[in-house]
């Protein structure tokens, strides 16, 4: 493991002895051409185009529009003007979590969630009643998609049978990090439970990534596939595919060694696909990593959906590096700049040749630049999201709440259609900007009414416009 060091005396972040590096035997401009010509690109061709060039220091302003242009030309080739978005609700189960990722200050340490602990925190669990309840009104809003991303709370197993196993481990202190339900305040329930909680009439449920797949069949000799089958009867629709950070090992020893491993991320990503999900992919970026992981990163996501086909959509996903530890600790002192977001997004596009949709965010880029990036590649614009916990404890200000009405005038203004998707793309429909009121659609129970009137989005913190 490669223990991070503190800031220099100086206060400058420390350096790293990284194996990969970008450096190349490839040209910018013979990577360049291949991507106009829309040529299978390497490696070496990504790093290229990410850096601008590594003949030279810093991104140059000219190659990089040079980027942006081939990626903006491919994306309208491969799936046209569009701009996509779902009505969706996360519901995020539990804080709780002992893994210790430096990029993160979402989880709260599981001892504070104790029955006998004595003390505060500001996490939460919610029971498999609460997280019905809550999907219940959602789903009665009209919205589609409901996603969910916990914490691996030590009382979480997959049903009851693996509860029976993980007891029999005995030593609370065990590698496995289990104790029973009945050692905390609030009993989460198993993985099952929440599933069947969470899947609510005809609603799409979005779910368990790989490290909560791998907390899942700790202790056990289960195959992801079998645990992605199980909580498919049990209501699971498809898989995020997030915990991927940098997809590549030297970096996940930095940022988040208690986390598992690119190989454990493609084998669950494989065993959710055996099992019928559809599947995301991503990449959270602008910490410690440099340009060659990047691309790295993406050759994984590509070589996966060569042998899979299973991934709907890659979502790119910038550090916010405010209130997480590795910034506290000086080991990073800040995120990607905006050129860096623009070049990934269009690399993106332009490498994973293989992949139809690309994100942007509202809630990591803000307006303004979350609407530059579908200039960049980029064709989806995220979703509703009712309530974002993640990146707002990380010190995210971008909000939590886009209305129908919100995306239609932005959309509108910079000459893009708004199109409401489902989940894994295989429905959509066109707004008419001079038809309002503008709300979902394609939901179970939805017709059309705005999500949340004024009155309620006025008690919700909303998007800013400004960067």
Sequence with gaps: MREPAGPADDGSVPEFDFSVVPETDQSFENALAKARAGERLTVPDGIELLTTGTDSEGIDPVRKEAVLEAADR?????????????????????????????????????????????????????????????????????????????????????????????????????????KPPAVYETDPGTYVEQMRAMSVGDVHLHSMTPEEAQHARRGTEWSYEDVYRELSAAGLDSAPGTAAEILVEEVRDVICPGKISTGEWVAAMEGAIAAGLDVTATMMYGHVENEAHRVEHLKVIRDLQDRTGGITEFVPLSFIHQNTPLYERGIVAGGASDAEDELLVAVARLFLDNVENVQSSWVKFGDEKGLKLLNCGANDFMGTILSEEITTRAGGTYGEFRSFSDYVEMLSAIGRPPVERSTDYRKTRRLDPDDPPHGPRLGPHADGTPLLDEAERGSRPVASADD
């Design 74 to 178: 491919r994306r309208a080739a491969v799936v046209g003007e569009d701009v996509t978005f779902v009505a969706n609700l996360n519901n995020n189960v539990t804080t709780a979590c002992n893994t210790g990722c430096l990029f993160c200050n979402f989880k709260d340490t599981a001892h504070q969630f104790e029955a006998a602990h004595d003390g505060d925190h500001a996490g939460f669990t919610k029971t498999p009643a609460e997280s019905r309840a809550i999907v219940d009104d959602a789903v009665e809003m009209g919205i589609y998609e409901v996603t969910s991303v916990s914490g691996l709370h030590p009382a979480f197993a997959l049903n009851e049978e693996h509860h029976e196993i993980l007891a029999g481990y005995g030593d609370p202190e065990s590698e496995v990090d289990y």
